[in-house]
């Protein structure tokens, strides 16, 4: 049997341990304690489910039991019992704004997110956390508490937004569309985008290598010194990618059009620097008779530039989905190509809630999260001379409150994206689970569940056009 204690109350309880005396001498054996208490007591039957009562009341349970940690004001707790408990209500307060707000912010999560993540406390009932149910009594959820809440988050649309099928690419509708795809997948292998006329997107996102360059740090074109420069993150993988809520460990492009006109522009990557510099790859470009006849079919008399470059790449990009994984049969009613260890290691997945957070049909791209809700992933995953500085999304917001949220990897054919992290640092998908258990996972794991756990992720390899990822060679990819 698992540990039946919840890591996160082992956790916080040993924390709250010393603020808990000094606060709970003041309040004189927890005069709030039994205010709320009395409240607790007065609950009173039911009322009916879908009615306008059960959703005031469910309201009301959220604003009583869960507005102190996760509403909109942070300026909930009293200054003088914070200090006294050494700031263990403010860290509080902060963590909590961290994993989930009862106002979402669209732009950071999707609402499935959120809706998966409120339903794992309904489940579990890790919330609010133990100690604060200890010092605030009558605060934990009750049973009706969490019937009335379950109608507010369905468990069945909790249960759709969990998982999903990667569906194959639509054929084109029309002979633009095919015209622009063909296109884009030339420029995709195309090293006229580069300065140095040898780097390509394919070279960093190379399909034959679960579409990454399997390398720590990219290769660029090669600065003052003749070697390549390389990137500052890892290079995530171009399949799947249409979906994500963001572009980029950051979110700086909103789209893969957005994205695709990154690189080119980027003095590392491919290095060209300003946007006029487009005139000359679009001059390079033009040499080519294949190329202007393509480009004159896609976009009719709008010629090669910036916009229909990054146009044509990002059209070939969303065709590149890779469906028909073991666990895609699965879900499509084929028990059997999930064997035993994948399928301890879905429910040990779900278990440890890494299913909130990577979840949908790509398992992942649908939010920024916090790398050190527990423990700071770079403090377990980075090598001691790693400096980079890199604070995810608030590099690209510029905002405090979203230092160190990163937008979250998909872990569909993440047994082929080795090395792993935004950091690059973790060769092996094994040491990758065991440190994502750490920094998010909510119960202690064995070797076995880790092992189960890889097992789940390594049957997320799909197939391209047909063919198993992991077998794909030049030949299947080039233009
Ligand atoms: C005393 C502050 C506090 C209260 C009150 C509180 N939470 Fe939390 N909540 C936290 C903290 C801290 C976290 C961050 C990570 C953790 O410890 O799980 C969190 C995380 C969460 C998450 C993110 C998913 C997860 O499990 O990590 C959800 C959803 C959540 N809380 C819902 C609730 C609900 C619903 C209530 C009311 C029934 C509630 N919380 C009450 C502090 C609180
Ligand atoms: C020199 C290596 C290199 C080249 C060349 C390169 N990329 Fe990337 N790519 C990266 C790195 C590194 C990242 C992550 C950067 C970040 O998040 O800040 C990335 C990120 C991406 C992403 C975001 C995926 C996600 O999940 O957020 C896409 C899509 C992508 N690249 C497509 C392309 C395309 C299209 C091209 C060609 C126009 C290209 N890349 C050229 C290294 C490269
Ligand atoms: C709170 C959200 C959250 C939860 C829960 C979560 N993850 Fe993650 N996961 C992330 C983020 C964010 C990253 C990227 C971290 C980085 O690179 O700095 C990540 C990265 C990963 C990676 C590396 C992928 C790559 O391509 O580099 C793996 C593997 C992974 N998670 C597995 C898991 C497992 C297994 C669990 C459950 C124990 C889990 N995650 C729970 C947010 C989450």
New binding site residues.
Partial sequence: MRNTFLRMNIKTLSKYAIGAGAVGAILGGGILGILHLAAAMTTQAAPPAGSPEAKEQAHAILQNKCAACHGASTDTFNPLLNMMSLGMMQRDVEAGQRGFTLSPDAAVRSASVDLLKMDQVLVRRHMPPLAYRIMHPGTGLTEQDVTLLRELYGKEAADAARYGIITPAPAPATPQEAAKIRLGKLL?NDPR?STTNA?S?A???DLTKGGTDNLAK???VPGADGKPQL?G????T?YN?ES?IR????GRAAD?KE??GG??LNPV??GYAHPEDWHKIAGKLAQSSELRVLFAAAFGDQGITADTITEA?AAY?KTLRTPDSAFDLYQKGDKAALDAAATAGKAAFEQQGCATCHSGPTLG?QSFEYINTYEDLRALATPSNYTEGAYGLADFTKKDAHKDMF?VP?LRNVALTAPYFHTGSVGKLEDAVRIMIKTQGKESATDADINNITAFLKAQTGKLNGKAVDTLSPEDVKP
């Fill in positions: 995709y985008l780097v997107c070279s960093c996102h990219s290769e660029g990137g993150v890892n290079a995530p171009v990618t994500n572009q980029f460990w950051d893969l994205q695709a690189p080119p990557e491919m790449i990009e791209g937008r998909l």
